[in-house]
Each structure stands twice: as structure tokens, then as C-alpha cells.
């Protein structure tokens, strides 16, 4: 059932990405995700960056809801259903969160003493949530090398030891997610990676988010190693929200 949800602060984090806090008496799950609608535009599927009694969605501008979104401000007011979807499991051990762009949003409710970040974007200007680490337990990557390491999110993997710590969670472009799955599906790890997806109901009816026979929106967003092995798919098409499939 879609809830009148008013804003209660709107926080820039980077130059293209907005976060919008409100009150709302409703358990979300880290990795689950709800449907946020805007009137005048079409729903869009938004993973909480923060899940405890003051929630979050972390927005960037990608599409016209999402644009309409990132404008919002305090005292305004939106729409959400849901949760919906599979959450990250729970470890209570040491954990790597490796998150690419807007994606580091989906990670955030994971941060603790025990985990450890590897966080990627093309530019410095647009790290996202690197201070939430301790500054001995993040590693920031950057394709303009202007702070941290000069590369892509890889290159970030190769300053640690996966096999250290109990699970590995992942979020940010698909392409991004098969490459980090690449190199490390043939170590001792667990690992869970969010998949994004075009979603259109968020509850397995309209299969606009199908990927190798399963539907994100209920079978995911969050799967494991073992998931993706079996899937041709991931991170080579897609389909549009027209139905048509496009390589990624």
C-alpha cells in the first residue's frame, strides 16, 4: 500500500547525489528496497541508505523521477511502498563492502567497527560515504587518481585479502559487480552482490527485471556467489523498460 511520506531533511553528499531523510514506522531491511513515487511521475525502486527509525534513500539524477526526486526538499512530501525484496545476510564477523558509485548507498546500513570499504567513483568529488569508515579501514579508488588509488574498483581488491574476512558485500553498476565477481569467484570467499535492475511493479508481476529466469525485484535484489555462477546474463543484457534487451 503506497504511504504519504513527508521529508524531514535533504542532504547534498556529492555534487550529484542527494539524500532525503523521514520518519516512517515501517522495518526495512539493509538491501531491501521500496518504491518511491513522485505524482506527475513514474515510481522508481530506491535501496535505504539508512534503515533505523530516521530512514534514507540516497538519490542521483538518472532518469525524470529520479531528476524530480533529487530536487525535492524539506517539508515535501512523497510516496513509498514496500519493503520489498531479499536482504544482505547478516555476519557478525569482519566484512568487506565494496561499493562503486550511488551504489555505496545499498552498503551504508552494513557499516560498522567490523567493516572495511573499498569505495570507487570517477571522481573524487563523488566518493560516497568514505567518511563513514574508520580512515584505517577504507580504501578509496578513483578513475581520476585525484585521491586514493588511480583505477577502477579492482585495483582496490588487490590491497586486501578477500579470504580475511567472514562475507563481502557488493553494490554499483552490473558491470562493476561482474568484475569484482571475476575476481574473486575462485577464492574462499561469501559474497552477495545487489543487482540494479529496471523495475516496474517491485513484486514479480510485469518481469521487467528478469535476469536468467529469476525476477530481481523478489528473487534478489541481493544474490550470492552460487546465484550468479548459474546466470548468462549478468553483466553482459539487459532489458529496456520498453522490453527490448541491450547489452550492458
Known amino acids: 500500500m503506497m504511504e504519504h511520506i513527508r ?7 556529492t555534487p550529484t547525489v542527494v539524500s532525503l531523510y523521514f520518519k516512517w514506522n515501517v522495518k526495512v531491511l539493509p538491501g531491501q528496497f521500496v518504491m518511491v513515487w513522485v505524482p506527475g511521475y513514474g515510481e522508481v525502486p530506491m535501496s535505504l541508505s539508512q ?5 534514507c534513500i540516497t538519490v542521483k539524477a538518472y532518469g525524470d523521477s529520479t531528476k524530480k526526486l533529487i530536487e525535492t526538499e524539506a517539508g515535501e512530501w512523497v510516496f513509498l511502498r ?5 536482504p544482505f545476510s547478516s555476519t557478525s564477523g569482519n566484512k568487506l563492502l565494496i561499493g562503486g558509485g550511488s551504489g555505496m548507498a545499498s552498503l551504508k546500513p552494513l557499516i560498522d567497527r567490523n567493516a572495511t570499504g573499498i569505495i570507487a567513483s570517477r571522481t573524487f568529488d563523488e566518493l560516497l ?8 579501514h577504507r580504501i578509496e579508488v578513483t578513475e581520476d587518481g ?13 590491497v586486501v585479502n578477500p579470504e580475511d574476512f567472514s562475507m563481502i558485500y557488493v553494490c554499483g553498476p552490473e558491470k562493476m559487480l561482474k568484475a569484482v565477481y571475476d575476481k574473486i569467484k575462485k577464492l574462499n570467499v561469501n559474497a552477495e552482490f545487489s543487482m540494479e535492475r529496471s523495475m516496474k511493479c517491485g513484486i514479480g508481476l510485469c518481469d521487467s527485471c528478469s535476469v536468467d529466469g529469476f525476477q530481481v525485484c523478489v528473487d534478489g535484489p541481493v544474490f550470492n556467489m552460487k546465484q550468479l555462477n548459474g ?3 549478468f553483466g553482459t543484457t539487459r532489458l529496456l523498460s520498453s522490453g527490448k534487451r541491450v547489452k550492458i
Do not use: A, H, L, Q
Open 129 to 136: 560515504f568514505s567518511d563513514e569508515f574508520d580512515e584505517d
Open 7 to 13: 521529508i524531514t531533511k535533504r542532504v547534498k553528499n
Open 82 to 86: 514496500g519493503p520489498y525484496g531479499k
Open 51 to 55: 534503515t533505523e527509525d530516521e530512514k
Open 231 to 233: 546466470m548468462t546474463e
Open 146 to 158: 585525484k585521491k586514493g588509488i588511480k583505477g577502477i574498483v579492482t585495483d582496490g581488491i588487490e
